[in-house]
């Protein structure tokens, strides 16, 4: 199979980002080579400043070492500059003059800092904040010089002067506005951020404008155009970036602020991508880590020609990362003649919290003090959710009751937003893969692992879990109040000790029941059905076979489902259905929305007579099973061909038809992008492009309605077959009893089971043991 040659320019966050999604989506579509400039892997930019405050080491904030890119087969040249694009040979040319072709390009150079534009920026000792060596820089010449003067009082700026202040550096925050970080606080959070980045020990100088820098070889002093100069052996600039377009206007690529970018992160040149901070979209440059790891995955899926509706744009946050200092901002935090805010301040503990509303929802906040209600309020900007009174009230509880706040977020709710980690992600990977630090947390969920924003959430979590007042501490500790085994730990013995029966399970295993609960019994018999395939037959008897079964209704009467598979009928039994209605006087006749016909309210006495003049196929609701496939056939909006989607939904009802699974499964096939059947929202949906068939998984449409995520693309109904089997035989074998399938893959992750579908081998394994189910 041919590869296609994948080039990308740029070592850093935002275009690896898009590497490891591509890799998720497609693990063999491309032959992938990175260029960078810096003489590193992959590092954590954002967290640079931690490493001058002393917080981290530079080891820590590595995101990719060199094995990930061996492993990967990646291609990577550190040290190693782009200077040149030939779009007409698409080929590109590095300073070590370097030729490598390619099928895709995709530009990542980020930014550079932005030099102020006076005299003397030249002079040793005037740095920039921005890499590895500038830090390095910075901690050398603290060693040897005591008076920094830090030019910007923006957010970088801060982190800056906090690093060099725990150096032992006397430092001065030069600022031009009246405020610091103008842009993401208002005056009254701005003030109370000076005033305890003053007990600290910082000094400032607010609007001053900079005019000279002043010196012999090095810098000695700074001049400001009001004609005072400032003492100064070290010099940092961080008034901020600029994309760095460079190469991208010498190669005729459109460029405005930064590159011109599509909802597609396409640039004007076919075949060339741009992602994070040196693109442009809709007239707006990202700097900040959320926007440009979602510009990566939305590349990623488009460049693996996966459906996707297009980068929709984002909404800012911000965390200043300064020891002793908490601080949040989010959205519109100003407002205006159409908002409405409610504001707190406690001035005794320095606490302020300003959220400001549109109606009854939340579009920004400005949080001083104390930040845990952080990513509760940016998940509710992003659902633009209405927001009740207990929910306002939660987000202005005082500190001390963050336990309240942490155990009133649903599992569902995120709590780190750079990389979509949910709170029962969280407990998941704490309970079953026995975490006990944030780090590991980290390195397991990789919550905390980006900006460190939510590091508060994520530590409160943590300490909540293992406290008493969790319920989730508890949560899947025991199978039932019958045993004192947990769950994995019962499968564990019954296996070790070759155990065949319910009973034998708890008599072995002592259980404090010997009959059993109303939880432990159906589990155990599933549990068994699993282990041994011949007992799942053995215990069938929900039914006498495929044509003598009923469902008992609370009225005491029974329903009876004739079996249309794929929802298709003909007319002999559309007129046997009759006259059985007819003839045993069944008044209740249905058409559900799985396209059957369910007659229902018939007497129990009258049972065989309806079975024996139906005398074909019956399908049976009851149970955890793999339910009847629901297809776009009468659809009247969409003209697409449906025969194929049809005989699709034929064949897997036939080789799934009662199958025993941990929880009901429903499945949806939808002929064409139209998605008559709903096919996103169900445990596993089927959706027709032209490729083949997209194979959602993981989704619900319960009261709480869940979109599937993409598990991978099919290009045969053969193809589609054999992962729909591995994936449900793997959720059988692995899921717990009762274990939703969204919930499942929250627990195991959705990259692992496709590691296990993808793979050859254990794919026909898994195939092989459903046929013996």
Request: with cysteine; net charge negative; proline share 2%.
């Amino acid at each position: 199979m041919y590869k296609q040659k994948l080039v990308l320019i740029g070592n850093g966050m935002a275009g690896l980002r898009c590497v490891e999604a591509i890799i998720m989506n497609n693990p063999n579509a491309f032959e992938i080579t990175i260029f960078g400039s810096e003489p590193h892997v992959n590092y954590n930019r954002i967290l640079l400043s931690t490493v001058l405050q002393g917080n981290t080491s530079f080891e820590d904030i590595a995101i990719n070492e060199r094995n990930w890119y061996t492993k990967h087969n990646i291609q990577l040249f550190t040290g190693e500059t782009v200077v040149k694009i030939d779009k007409e040979t698409q080929k590109i040319k590095t300073d070590k003059r370097r030729e490598v072709y390619y099928d895709k390009l995709i530009i990542a150079t980020g930014s550079v800092p932005f030099i102020l534009p006076v005299t003397g920026v030249d002079k040793e000792g005037v740095i920039a904040f921005r890499t590895i060596e500038d830090c390095q820089k910075m901690i050398e010449n603290s060693r040897k010089y005591k008076k920094a003067v830090v030019i910007g009082g923006g957010l970088l700026g801060l982190e800056a002067a906090r690093g060099l202040l725990n150096l032992g550096m006397e430092v001065n925050v030069v600022h031009i506005a009246e405020h610091l970080m103008e842009r993401q606080l208002d005056s009254t959070a701005s003030i109370l951020l000076q005033k305890e980045l003053k007990n600290q020990g910082m000094h400032f100088l607010l609007q001053k404008e900079t005019q000279e820098i002043i010196g012999n070889e090095r810098v000695e002093r700074v001049r400001f155009k009001d004609g005072t100069e400032l003492e100064a052996d070290l010099v940092v600039m961080a008034a901020g970036v600029r994309p760095n377009i460079q190469l991208a206007k010498e190669s005729g690529i459109d460029i405005n602020r930064a590159i011109i970018v599509n909802d597609y992160l396409e640039t004007s040149v076919a075949n060339i991508y741009a992602v994070g901070e040196c693109a442009e979209h809709q007239g707006i440059v990202y700097g900040l880590v959320k926007p440009l790891y979602e510009q990566g995955e939305v590349l990623a899926k488009h460049i693996c020609e996966m459906k996707c509706q297009g980068y929709q744009g984002s909404v800012l946050s911000t965390q200043l990362k300064v020891s002793g200092v908490e601080l949040f901002s989010v959205g519109d935090f100003l407002g205006d003649e159409t908002t409405k805010s409610i504001t707190t301040f406690d001035e005794l503990d320095g606490i302020y919290k300003k959220v400001v509303f549109q109606g009854r929802k939340i579009i920004g906040a400005v949080l001083y003090g104390d930040t845990k209600a952080s990513t509760r309020l940016l998940d509710m900007i992003l659902k633009r959710q209405e927001v009740s009174s207990e929910e306002k009230g939660a987000l202005f509880q005082t500190p001390g009751t963050t336990e309240g706040l942490i155990a009133s977020m649903a599992n569902h709710d995120i709590i780190c937003n750079c990389n979509a980690v949910s709170k029962g992600a969280i407990i998941d990977a704490v309970q079953n893969k026995g975490l006990t630090t944030v780090e590991q947390v980290k390195q397991c969920t990789k919550a905390s692992g980006s900006c460190g924003g939510c590091k508060p959430a994520v530590t409160e979590l943590l300490a909540y879990i293992q406290s008493n007042l969790s319920d989730e501490a508890n949560v899947q500790k025991v199978m039932c109040p019958c045993t004192t085994l947990t769950e994995d730990e019962v499968v564990y013995q019954m296996q070790l000790q070759d155990l065949t029966s319910v009973q034998a399970v708890m008599d072995v295993l002592e259980w404090g029941n010997n009959e059993g609960c109303s939880i432990c019994r159906p589990a155990l018999s599933y549990y068994l059905g699993m282990i041994h395939p011949e007992y799942e037959t053995r215990q069938q008897t929900l039914f006498i076979n495929d044509q003598k079964n009923a469902t008992v209704q609370s009225d005491n009467h029974y329903s009876v489902i004739p079996q249309m598979y794929g929802g298709m009928t003909n007319a002999k039994d559309l007129r046997k259905i009759a006259n059985v209605a007819d003839k045993y006087d069944i008044s209740q006749v249905a058409i559900t929305s799985e396209q059957r016909i369910h007659l229902m309210g018939i007497k129990k006495e009258d049972l065989p007579g309806v079975w024996a003049d139906l005398d074909m196929p019956l399908s049976s609701k009851y149970g955890n099973t793999v339910q009847n496939v629901k297809t776009c056939i009468g659809e009247h909006v969409c003209q697409c061909d449906k025969q194929q989607s049809l005989s699709l939904a034929v064949d897997l009802e036939k080789r799934f038809e009662h199958l025993l699974t941990p929880y009901r499964i429903k499945m949806g096939i939808s002929a064409c992008m139209h998605n008559g059947a709903g096919s996103t929202t169900k445990d596993i949906g089927v959706m027709g492009v032209d490729r083949g068939w997209e194979i959602y998984v993981g989704g619900s449409s319960g009261r709480n309605v869940r979109a599937g995520e993409l598990l991978c693309v099919a290009g045969t109904n053969e193809e589609a077959i054999e992962i729909i089997i591995g994936f449900i035989q793997y959720y059988r074998e692995t899921a717990n009893y009762l274990e939703r399938t969204w919930q499942w893959i929250e627990r195991v992750g959705l990259i692992h089971v496709r590691e296990v579908l993808f793979d050859k081998e254990l794919s026909q394994q898994l195939s092989q043991r459903l046929e013996m189910a």
